[in-house]
Nanobody
Framework: QVQLVESGGGLVQAGGSLRLSCAASGRTFSSYAMGWFRQAPGKEREFVSAIAWTSGSTYYADSAKGRFTISRDNAKNTGPLQMNSLKPEDTAVYYC????????????????WGQGTQVTVSS
């Protein structure tokens, strides 16, 4: 079983940047796709981005395109999410998750989750 731990959240001013990390442990991550989701207070959890661990193919929500970049470090078994040009509406708890199926944006299709990391963007 894969375990996921997020880090890198914090408080940043609008226009700033943060780099989130998702560290995977346990069995090899190579057979999974990793996704990032976020959940703001009172809102449903929403898809942000995903990467296929083996091929490196990526997919982004419209809200993340051009500002966020997902990647993976095979040697370290981590999956960073670089977030630039942050906006107050990006404020949320960010979660990384794993699924055996590529192309999934529905959080119900992901069966392994980290504990989340808070990102707060001030105006």
């Amino acid at each position: 079983q894969v375990q996921l731990v997020e880090s890198g959240g914090g408080l940043v001013q609008a226009g700033g940047s943060l780099r989130l990390s998702c560290a995977a442990s346990g069995r090899t991550f190579s057979s999974y796709a990793m996704g990032w989701f976020r959940q703001a207070p009172g809102k449903e959890r929403e898809f942000v981005s995903a990467i296929a661990w083996t091929s490196g193919s990526t997919y982004y929500a419209d809200s993340a395109k051009g500002r966020f970049t997902i990647s993976r470090d095979n040697a370290k078994n981590t999956g960073p999410l670089q977030m630039n040009s942050l906006k107050p509406e990006d404020t949320a708890v960010y979660y990384c998750a794993a699924t055996a199926f590529w192309g999934q944006t529905d959080p119900n299709e992901y069966d392994i989750w980290g504990q989340g990391t808070q990102v707060t963007v001030s105006s």
